[in-house]
């Protein structure tokens, strides 16, 4: 009986941290003129709310964060920058897995997007 109370305990708290953990969706990289507008958006298209970062990546693998916090369902969390060079999108969400939000990274003055996946 105490090796299944041990064992159930312990699944409940693998269950938990599973809930917790962060999941990482990533862009295709896209490429930049001097002064061009780029924008990375993420809905939260789940019914909860969940936990946003957006971090720009260049191509030497310098990191621009902006931690959006607590994203309601149906609101966005939008990263602009104006960029030159190559650079892709990283979306980090807690409380929610791949399907719980839409995101894009697009050079506004190209026309040019990436789904982030």
């Keep these: 009986m105490k090796l299944y109370a041990a064992i159930l305990g312990l699944a409940i708290l693998i269950g938990a941290g599973l ?6 969706l990533v862009s295709g990289s896209l490429t930049f003129l001097a002064g061009d507008l780029g924008a990375c958006e993420v809905v939260n298209a789940a019914g909860h709310e969940l ?16 931690a959006c916090g607590t994203v309601e369902p ?26 719980s939000v839409r995101a894009t990274w697009c050079n506004v003055n190209s026309g040019n997007c990436s789904e982030a996946r």
């Design 19 to 24: 809930a917790e953990a962060a999941t990482t």
């Design 51 to 66: 936990q946003i970062d957006i971090t720009l990546v260049d191509a030497d693998g310098t990191e621009f964060p902006v």
């Design 74 to 99: 149906g609101h966005t969390c939008r990263h602009p920058v104006t960029a030159a060079g190559s650079l892709y999108c990283k979306v980090t969400v807690t409380g929610g897995g791949k399907d």
